[in-house]
């Protein structure tokens, strides 16, 4: 099992690296899921912004736990932090 996390980090690192992120970017990732790539991508960013969706509320949900420092607002939520700028968007399709 194990294995199969560092796998599927491993990919996740090379597709951020890919996408050459800048510090100002504004990016959106659908169907984050638990948040990982969210969290490489605000590694890099300094003024930029990320937004992120997925339609289950269980992933959304996860993705906000492991982003917490960075969020900085929730669909239907005044809550505003110092965060460079992700936005968590739960999406029901």
């Avoid at 912004?49 to 929730?74: G, H, Q, T, W």
């Amino acid at each position: 099992m194990a294995s199969i996390k560092n796998e599927v980090a491993q990919r996740l690192v090379w597709a951020v690296e890919t996408l050459d992120v800048k510090s100002t970017d504004r990016l959106l990732e659908i169907g984050c899921g638990h948040g990982v790539a969210v969290s490489l991508v605000c590694e890099r960013l300094d003024g930029g912004r990320v937004m992120a969706i997925d339609r289950a509320p269980k992933m959304m949900a996860m993705a906000k736990r492991r982003n917490r420092a960075l969020v900085y607002s929730f669909l239907g939520s005044d809550r505003h932090d110092h965060c460079p700028g992700v936005r968590v968007i739960p999406s029901r399709l």
